[in-house]
């Protein structure tokens, strides 16, 4: 199982980035997935989730109507379209595989594949 990320950086307050996040070893389309984020010095926070066939999204408050989260099962790849970034978005994101028994999408420790994880930076 891996999942490889890609994307992120360094972006002004207002600024749009992408992350993606390939995944490999195992049938992605059967699996809910996730982005989960840890800013500096604090614990990790769920951000999105999506269904196995993207029918089904959710969002934290903190980035409701901000972030899109979509998937793209016949390239097993998961996306996190982020707009009108702030600073307050700034973290190490992270995508997760939700596992077979999850019971609440926030649950960080109810995932069971993690990717690499990729730097975000918003600048005021």
């Known amino acids: 199982v891996q999942l490889v990320q890609s994307g992120g950086g360094m972006v002004q307050a207002g600024g749009s980035l992408r992350l993606s996040c390939t995944a490999s070893?195992?049938?992605?389309?059967?699996?809910?997935m996730s982005w989960v984020r840890q800013a500096p010095g604090k614990g990790p926070e769920w951000v999105s989730n999506i269904n196995t066939d993207g029918g089904s999204t959710q969002y934290a408050d903190s980035v409701k109507g901000r972030f899109t989260i979509s998937r793209d099962n016949a390239k097993n790849t998961l996306y996190l379209q982020m707009n009108s970034l702030n600073p307050e978005d700034t973290a190490l994101y992270y995508c997760a595989r939700a596992s077979e028994t999850i019971t609440s999408v926030q649950a960080i420790d109810e995932y069971d594949a993690w990717g690499q994880g990729t730097q975000v930076i918003v600048s005021s």
């Open positions: 070893g195992f049938t992605f389309s059967s699996y809910d």
